[in-house]
């Protein structure tokens, strides 16, 4: 996760120095997230090429964004999983790229939108893919490159990534219950943490039940655990289900009832026109709840659910074609011929598979 702001011309003479938590050159700029779990690095034993890494600090495949720069080009490039989105926009030999993409509104007009965009957002049809909202404004997705010179922006994607659809015979006395059990305690145990105060997405479901369950086997100092509770029958069973994980592993609790927070709520993003990202998920208010309450109990790292309906995505062998949604009756006359381009411009399916929907895990992970 990083912020910055590059010229072309302060490539030719490279002399980047620290300052103020960021790295300068000329009225060029570099600034990692003010965060625990990344370290940055700066190589310049090259120059004029100069590599520039922000990474999470944690051994074996750690995710990074990698900038190398030397005179008139600059690469990014991104690592396996796409911890966090990168945005980038051009102008007049500048070259601006953030982990928010609210910094770069300046970059942004609202008469100026990709309408296939917007006919996805209108209907519900996200797609993976390094286009948004905006024109001139692009994501860098996992495992993709993107290269500016002076001809301008090019984004590069990777080959698409292969998945395994059919099981696998096991080894003899392979017990894959205990071999998950100890890779998954043994990543979250990798967390840096300088207080030990970490937070757990529990939602009630598998995915983030076997994540609290390898928290607690971790044996962190202070763990507090947030949840969104629905309402009816379901929220029922699911504040049973969140009872017993939490007594099992002692956290200290804190729920949230989702319908105190819808979209448009009072005091809300949208309702005081604060800056976001208009493509997000919609119960972008509760979660911002969520990170008000963890954030106020000093958690450096927050632990999500992932796994079971990323598994049961759509993977790169698959030729079974996306259901056709339901129409939707809101749409202009522009939004709804952009509709045949709906599965234009896609990126291609990542290692860790990605559900046709606002991204979950980008809405809810934080960085305090």
């Known amino acids: 996760m990083l912020s910055m702001c590059l010229r072309l011309a302060d490539l030719q003479e490279p002399k980047w120095r620290p300052h103020g938590g960021r790295w300068t050159n000329g009225e060029s700029w570099i600034e990692p997230a003010n965060v625990s779990t990344l370290v940055m690095e700066v190589n310049d034993d090259q120059a004029p090429r100069v590599r520039v890494r922000v990474k999470e600090c944690k051994r074996d495949e750690a995710d990074f964004v990698e900038l190398t720069m030397e005179p008139g080009q600059a690469r990014l490039a991104a690592g396996v999983f796409g911890t966090a989105p990168l945005y980038l926009a051009k102008k007049a030999g500048e070259l601006r790229a953030s982990w928010d993409l609210t910094l770069l509104r300046p970059y942004m007009q609202a008469d100026h939108l990709v309408p296939r965009v917007v006919a996805r957002t209108l209907t519900r049809q996200h797609r993976y893919t ?36 059919e099981p696998r015979t096991l080894r003899h006395s392979v017990d894959p219950l205990a071999a998950l059990d100890e890779l998954l ?27 609290a369950l390898a928290v607690k086997a971790a044996r962190f100092p202070e ?29 200290r609790d804190t729920v949230t009832p989702a319908m105190q927070h819808p979209p ?9 026109c604060k800056p976001h990202d208009p493509a997000g998920a919609f119960y972008q ?7 008000e309450q963890a954030a106020a109990r000093r958690c450096e790292v927050m632990f999500t659910g992932s796994g079971g309906d990323e598994i049961n995505a759509h993977h790169s062998r698959t030729q079974a074609e996306l259901p056709t ?18 599965n234009e411009h896609l990126a291609p399916i990542p290692v860790l598979p990605v559900l046709n929907r606002p991204g979950f895990d980008r809405d809810l992970r934080l960085w305090l």
């Open 264 to 272: 448009f709520c009072a005091g809300g993003v949208r309702d005081l």
């Open 223 to 251: 763990v507090y655990s947030f949840g969104l509770l629905v309402g009816g029958s379901t929220g029922r069973q699911q504040s049973e289900r969140r009872r017993a994980l939490v007594e099992h592993c002692d956290f």
């Open 130 to 165: 390094s286009e948004t909202l905006f024109e001139g404004v692009y994501r860098l997705t996992e495992r993709a490159s993107a290269t500016f010179t002076p001809s301008g922006l090019s984004i590069h994607y990777p080959d698409p990534a292969e998945h395994v659809l």
């Open 325 to 342: 949604p339901e129409p939707v009756p809101w749409l202009g006359a522009k939004a709804a011929r952009a509709l045949a381009e709906v």
């Open 185 to 211: 305690t043994d990543v979250i145990r990798q967390a840096p943490t300088a207080t030990g105060c970490v937070g757990v997405e529990l939602s009630g479901g598998a995915d983030s039940g076997n994540v």
């Open 285 to 291: 208010e509760a979660f911002d709840a969520v990170r």
